[in-house]
């Protein structure tokens, strides 16, 4: 089990854009999901987004689609969540992690070993 390091959340006004970054161990380039998930204060936390690293596709929540973009940069070994026209409701603690891609990257229950997130505040 691993813990990823996410990064790059802050406070943004409603409309804009942030960019989060996870930090992925070499290991799991070719062999893992990693997913991105978040959870606003009094709720459950939901799944936004998750990509097949070895063959680089991805996967949305219905909630994000056309505002989110997941993405990998092989020089970093990060896997970025780009949030774009953000709004209040966006307003939770990111989390990433990363597992098997046994199973399809969005079967979003399978995830765990949940690091400490990167805040993300709209307002």
């Known amino acids: 089990d691993v813990q990823l390091v996410e990064s790059g959340g802050g406070s943004v006004q409603a409309g804009g854009s942030l960019r989060l970054s996870c930090a992925a161990p070499?290991?799991?380039?070719?062999?893992?999901?990693i997913g991105w998930f978040r959870q606003a204060p009094g709720k459950e936390r939901e799944g936004v987004a998750a990509?097949?690293?070895?063959?680089?596709?991805?996967y949305y929540a219905d909630s994000v689609k056309g505002r989110v973009v997941i993405s990998q940069d092989s020089a970093k070994n990060t896997v970025d969540l780009h949030l774009n026209a953000l709004k209040p409701e966006d307003t939770a603690m990111y989390y990433c992690t990363a597992r098997s891609a046994s199973r399809r990257c969005d079967t979003w229950s399978t995830y765990a070993n949940w690091g400490q997130g990167t805040q993300v505040t709209v307002s």
């Open positions: 070499r290991y799991t380039l070719n062999t893992a999901c």
């Open positions: 990509i097949w690293r070895g063959v680089s596709i991805t």
